[in-house]
């Protein structure tokens, strides 16, 4: 172990981030972890001597997904050690432990601690994380762990994600995560304010405000620590450039923030709403505590305050008992709110949740819910093109995320993916103001050419 944590080495590190924002927010800080304990990130088709699996547990897919893998890391970096933490290795240790080639599981109480416990591992070879999160936002967290210096991080070299919150006390029927990140725990509205403000002085752009149920934030704060009291702090920073919010669900969008902050300059026109269904008994089945009606109603609200907002939104299609008309009911709800940027999930029965106990006779089958979910993105693509058609000929401000084989690929507030000709890899982080041209062959994303040098 080395003792002076600047030190540098040339062993070699790769991260697999799966899952959430905050997943990918929390890989940045063990970047920085792997940097003060010797380690420098490998470069592609390098052998690694370290790799790190933060993984996901929220659908059976996204576990099968880590472990494929994980068993593809053991053969791509003969005798690297493998470490795996994130809410698949809270829920599940055993079975990831039973890997071969795995080195050590770790919960996610014990993220901060990985480096420390891969040089002095626990005697106990039975891997045990944490069951019962600490839910206290001033011990210690991943949030100390974030870099002291701007960084090309794990996955996204172009914005920086803002941690705000943690764990979830919804109590949706379907799903896993507030067993294994635990109770919603907010982070204080001056820790994110420092976040932020050390963020933009290394140059980021755009900032993510993330959290595992962020429409919670500050429930558990003392007044007037709520959403939007941050997001109106955050909108006021000097130097940002714009903001964006990884994931809200419809009911919580407030009455300040659709009518002081929604069409806020800075605020980037794009939500992506955690909405699961559109049919109003599924939605009761899943315990979420809105129906269609209102859901039609806020899209129709934010549209009226800012119409160049673009919609994505978390829909799951199969849920147990969703008859061919709830189906259609979702179907529609993608066409009559013009939700252009779905993440459709196939729905998944998770060990423990309500919804497991549902008898099989009501469970969709599999070849249907592949079939449904092939229409949904069907629905919003149909959706997506008339939003791409819309944009020719408009100056848009692009955040470029990357820059290679003279073109430079980025997104636009709305969050559309934009191609412009560049060659300078500098401009990756930057904001950019770029005319629309058309759209890719493949109708992938939109097609621009850069106003970079254009004379005012």
């Known amino acids: 172990m080395l ?32 940097r003060k304990a010797g380690y420098g990130l490998a470069k592609s088709g390098e052998t690694a001597d370290l790799v790190i699996f933060n993984t996901c547990s929220v659908t059976g897919e996204s576990e099968r997904q880590a472990r494929q893998a994980i068993r593809r890391a053991v053969r791509e970096h003969p005798g690297a050690r493998i470490v795996i933490t994130g809410c698949y290795a809270q829920r599940d240790p055993e079975t990831l432990a039973q890997i071969p080639g795995v080195t050590l599981v770790l919960g996610n109480t014990e993220k901060n601690r990985l480096f420390s416990l891969l040089d002095n591992p626990d005697p106990d070879p039975d891997p045990d994380p944490d069951p019962d999160p600490d839910p206290d936002p001033d011990r210690k967290t991943i949030l100390d762990m974030m870099p002291a210096e701007r960084s090309p991080g794990v996955q996204d070299r172009a914005r920086a994600y803002l941690h705000a919150q943690n764990g979830c006390d919804a109590g949706c029927t379907f799903c896993v995560i507030p067993a294994l990140r635990g109770p919603s725990q907010s982070i204080p509205l001056e820790r994110i304010l420092v976040q932020a403000q050390e963020q933009l002085a290394r140059g980021f752009q755009e900032l993510v405000l993330t959290g595992i149920n962020l429409g919670s934030y500050g429930r558990d704060l003392p007044l007037p620590d709520t959403l939007s009291h941050l997001v109106g702090a955050l909108l006021e920073l000097p130097s940002l450039g714009r903001l964006r919010l990884s994931s ?27 909405i699961q269904s559109g049919d109003n008994l599924i939605l009761k089945r899943m315990r979420r505590p809105y129906g269609r009606e209102e859901v039609l109603a806020t899209l129709t609200a934010i549209r009226a305050r800012r119409p160049e907002v673009i919609f994505g939104a978390d829909i799951i299609v199969g849920f147990p008992t969703e008859s061919e008309a709830a189906f259609i009911n979702t179907l ?7 939700i252009a940027l779905p993440h459709i999930f196939r729905y998944s029965n998770r060990p423990g949740t309500p919804a497991a ?42 955040l470029v995320e990357t820059v290679a084989n003279g073109n430079a690929q980025g997104k636009t507030g709305g969050f559309l993916p934009l191609t412009f000709p560049a060659t300078d890899i500098s401009l990756i982080g930057k904001l950019i103001p770029v005319e629309v041209v058309g759209m890719n062959h493949s109708d992938d994303g939109l097609t621009g050419k850069s106003w970079i040098n254009k004379p005012a």
């Open 3 to 34: 003792t002076n944590p600047d030190q540098r080495t040339d062993k070699k590190l790769v991260f697999v981030t799966l899952g959430c924002r905050v997943n990918q927010f929390e890989s940045d800080g063990l970047c920085q972890a792997g």
């Open 248 to 274: 809200i669900a419809p009911h919580d969008l407030d009455t300040e923030f659709m009518t002081r902050l929604l069409e806020h300059p800075r605020f980037c026109p794009h939500l992506h709403l955690s």
């Open 332 to 338: 529609e709800l993608i066409q009559e709110g013009n």
């Open 357 to 398: 106990r549902i008898p099989a006779r009501q469970h969709v089958p599999p070849a249907e819910i592949r079939n449904r979910a092939e229409r949904l993105r069907t629905a919003a693509r149909s959706v997506l093109l008339d939003i791409f058609r819309q944009h020719a000929g408009q100056v848009v401000q692009v």
